[in-house]
């Protein structure tokens, strides 16, 4: 267990970490070669680049995630990178996304009409 010192730095990092993530995938589609190479340089702080996030399983990445300290707000920041990764066609994360979102509302013990809004509408896709 990280002390409160660490599980704040920690915090912060992956916090800058997820802002940058989600000012990148919030661009045109398909990606180009340099939005990819940024993509992927931001997944490398997490352990992650594109071909592992494709061959891990929807629970191997969550218990990555979990391991790295991720907050309830920070794994749906996260799904919500992924969802909009998807939009590229050459990528399809929404499964991913969507056990994300549905690990968040089994085990806060909180219910979410946000979180229960997004699995809905990937459910439904």
């Known amino acids: ?30 990606l180009n070669d340099l939005q990819k ?11 992650l680049n ?3 996030l494709i061959d891990y399983s929807n629970e191997d990445l969550t218990t990555l995630l979990m ?3 991720f907050d309830w707000d920070q794994l749906e920041q ?10 590229d066609k050459n990528y399809d994360f ?5 056990a994300v979102y549905q690990y968040i509302q089994a085990e806060s013990k909180a219910f979410s009409f946000g979180i ?4 809905s509408s990937l459910k439904n896709k």
Not at 5 to 30: A, M, Q, S, W
Not at 37 to 47: R, T, W, Y
Not at 79 to 85: F, G, M, S, T, Y
């Open 37 to 47: 190479s940024d993509l992927e340089k931001q997944l490398k702080e997490f352990g």
């Open 67 to 69: 391991r790295l300290h």
């Open 78 to 87: 996260f799904a919500d990178v992924l969802v909009e990764l998807s939009k």
């Open 116 to 119: 229960h809004s997004k699995i």
């Open 94 to 98: 929404e499964n991913k996304a969507l």
């Open 50 to 52: 594109f071909e592992s």
């Open 1 to 30: 267990m990280l002390n409160k010192g660490l599980r704040d730095e920690e915090k912060i990092r992956i916090d800058n970490v997820l802002k940058t993530l989600r000012t990148l995938v919030f661009v045109p589609y398909p």
